[in-house]
């Protein structure tokens, strides 16, 4: 079982929907993370937030706009998306934003775009 | 730049044998060092991980690793190996002083009965 919560677990939309992810911790964690996981590849860096503020954007397209509403809430607005944003995104957490914390992962979102 | 190479793409071993993952890692000083499991349709699972002292540290599952500096290396290993370890398993790097995880392409393995 995972101490990370996202919903929901697979997503099917069309290019003109608006959606949202849900990622939920209650470790007491203050960092979360997006990543998007594109198959047999590793996690890419997509945001990072850090006591409520967005502190790392990787250059993600404006089609993706994250929100964190409190420290234990993470939500990923999706809207006009392509098909080759089609992937799993996962959401992570650690305790801070010092780099020896471990990032404990949630089991994704499969979102495929039609 | 900071960089994370796992040299093998796929490995297959038979179950009840050992085990060894490899993991380089690029980078000037020591990073924070980690290795996670992610099997189908799941999440990335923490093993173990490394920040200082003894260079041999034990994860969950079984597993251990072992850093050695002047190889820049923290290879993985498992003296024997259960079926249900097929997986895809990714080593990462946390330069000091980043929210930023780098990892390495991953090794996927197969356990035959």
């Known amino acids: 079982d995972t101490e990370v919560t996202q919903t929901p677990k697979h997503l099917v939309m069309g290019m003109t929907n608006k959606k949202s992810l849900k990622c939920e911790q209650h470790?007491?964690?203050?960092?979360m993370y997006w990543y998007k996981q594109k198959a047999k590849k590793p996690p890419e860096l997509m945001f990072v937030?850090?006591?409520?503020?967005?502190?790392i954007n990787e250059s993600v397209p404006s089609r993706f706009s994250p929100e964190c509403p409190n420290s234990s809430l993470l939500n990923l607005h999706l809207h006009a998306l392509q098909p080759e944003d089609s992937a799993l995104y996962l959401c992570?957490?650690?305790?801070?934003?010092?780099?020896?914390?471990?990032?404990?992962f949630g089991d994704g979102t499969r979102l495929s775009i039609l | 730049a900071q960089s994370v190479t796992q040299p093998d793409i796929h490995i297959t071993v038979s179950e009840g044998a050992s085990l060894e993952l490899r993991c380089n890692y690029s980078y000037g000083a020591t990073p924070y060092l980690f290795w996670y499991v992610q099997s189908p349709g799941q999440g990335l699972q923490l093993l173990l991980k490394?920040?200082?002292?003894?260079?041999l540290v034990q994860g969950i599952k079984g597993f251990e690793a072992e850093f050695k500096r002047s190889q820049s290396s923290f290879n993985l290993r498992k003296p024997s190996v259960h079926w249900s370890d097929a997986a895809e398993y990714f080593c990462a790097v946390a330069p000091y002083n980043t929210d930023k995880l780098i990892f390495g392409t991953g090794t996927r393995l197969q356990v035959f009965p």
């Open positions: 490394y920040f200082s002292g003894d260079t």
């Open positions: 937030y850090s006591y409520e503020k967005l502190s």
């Open positions: 470790m007491g964690h203050r960092a």
């Open positions: 992570a957490s650690s305790q801070g934003d010092t780099s020896n914390q471990p990032q404990h």
